[in-house]
């Protein structure tokens, strides 16, 4: 069983910055590429950034240069760091990471429960 759980989450001013974290647990074999998504009200979930497990980072247009990806492979952690935050930001946030729990497996897609984060003043 693996489990990712987020935390982080929070209410911030437009302008503030916020980190939110996601920790992959139990039965990892190996985790090939962590992301974040995130899903507003009335919208489709959308990928906001991505990291594989090199080290190579992608990010949707409407965050780059404001958020930040970051990876632990020891602690098989993610982290996404938010900075100028802006209202269109407020939207639960989801974990993912495509990993495999044994060498003979093909990769599959986990996900956390999600974090919320709400920008306003």
């Known amino acids: 069983q693996v489990q990712l759980v987020e935390s982080g989450g929070a209410l911030v001013q437009p302008g503030g910055s916020v980190t939110v974290s996601c920790a992959a647990s139990?039965?990892?074999?190996?985790?090939?590429?962590m992301r974040w998504y995130r899903q507003a009200p009335g919208r489709q979930r959308e990928l906001v950034a991505g990291?594989?497990?090199?080290?190579?980072?992608n990010y949707a247009d409407s965050v780059k240069g404001r958020f930040t990806i970051s990876r632990d492979n020891a602690k098989n952690t993610v982290h996404l760091q938010m900075n100028s935050l802006k209202p269109e930001d407020t939207a639960v946030y989801y974990c993912?990471?495509?990993?495999?729990?044994?060498?003979?497996?093909?990769?599959?897609?986990?996900w956390g429960q999600g974090t919320q984060v709400t920008v306003s003043s």
């Open positions: 990291v594989d497990s090199d080290g190579k980072t």
């Open positions: 139990g039965r990892i074999f190996r985790i090939y590429a």
């Open positions: 993912n990471a495509r990993l495999i729990t044994s060498w003979v497996e093909a990769p599959d897609d986990y």
